[in-house]
């Protein structure tokens, strides 16, 4: 079955940038729009953004001006970087394939998302 | 942005119980309401998606109900290894969101 693996360093200074890559195994990459999640010390997960098989992006705005999310369907991998990082931005960082179910209502189908597979996630800490 | 409030924040209960945990939505979001799972030290796993779908091979003591802006998610039967945290997200509109999450201790 698909499986994702994220890499990259674990250490980050202060207003560096932050990139990781996202390996997908085991299933095609086409067809599937991916994401990036990342989750805090302590507190619950927030969605950074996702990259469609296409290349067309969605940023969360709370990040956008720092974040880019790239794909290269050759290498069936997907990369975040996430630049001019602060402490805040410590956390563990989740890949995921985002899929999506038609559901009917108010009169026409629309489309559902949701996060069906997701790597283990990657430590990363900014720190000078 | 859509905030989700899941409650409770919090909740014991035993082998074999009936739980409820609740996710409102600060608006109307149909049924693009997702819900997962999430161990201590491992990614989330998806359980329920578009309010009351199952996700292949989760048990079927896991359902989920609700419409608008409160969703349920129901968890019959427990059993130790359900002991997480829960957590419930909207993608009705960009950003996408998650509520705080709720532990479950067994």
């Known amino acids: 079955q698909v499986q994702l693996q994220e890499s990259g360093p674990g250490l980050v200074k202060p207003s560096e940038t932050l990139s990781l890559t996202c390996i997908v195994s085991?299933?095609?990459?086409?067809?599937?729009?991916w994401s990036w999640l990342r989750q805090p010390p302590g507190v619950g997960l927030q969605w950074i953004g996702y990259?469609?098989?296409?290349?067309?992006?969605n940023y969360n705005p709370s990040l956008k001006s720092r974040v880019t999310i790239s794909i290269d369907t050759s290498r069936t991998q997907f990369t975040l970087k996430l630049s001019s990082v602060t402490a805040a931005d410590t956390a563990v960082y989740y890949c995921?394939?985002?899929?999506?179910?038609?559901?009917?209502?108010?009169?026409?189908?629309?489309?559902?998302?949701?996060?069906?597979?997701w790597g283990k996630g990657t430590t990363v800490i900014v720190s000078s | 942005d859509i905030q989700m409030t899941q409650s409770p924040s919090s909740l014991s209960a035993s082998v074999g119980d009936r739980v409820t945990i609740t996710c409102r939505a600060s608006?109307?979001?149909?049924?693009?309401l997702n819900w997962y799972q999430q161990k201590p030290g491992k990614a989330p796993k998806l359980l329920i998606y578009a309010a009351s779908s199952l996700q292949s091979a989760v048990p079927s003591r896991f359902s989920g109900s609700g419409y608008g802006t409160e969703f349920i998610l129901t968890i019959s039967g427990l059993q130790r290894d359900d002991s997480a945290t829960y957590f419930c997200q909207q993608s009705y509109s960009s950003p996408s969101s998650f509520g705080q999450g709720t532990k479950l201790e067994i």
């Open positions: 608006q109307s979001i149909s049924r693009f």
């Open positions: 995921a394939r985002q899929d999506n179910t038609n559901v009917y209502d108010s009169g026409r189908y629309s489309p559902v998302s949701y996060m069906d597979v």
């Open positions: 990259v469609s098989y296409s290349g067309s992006t």
């Open positions: 085991g299933g095609s990459i086409n067809s599937y729009s």
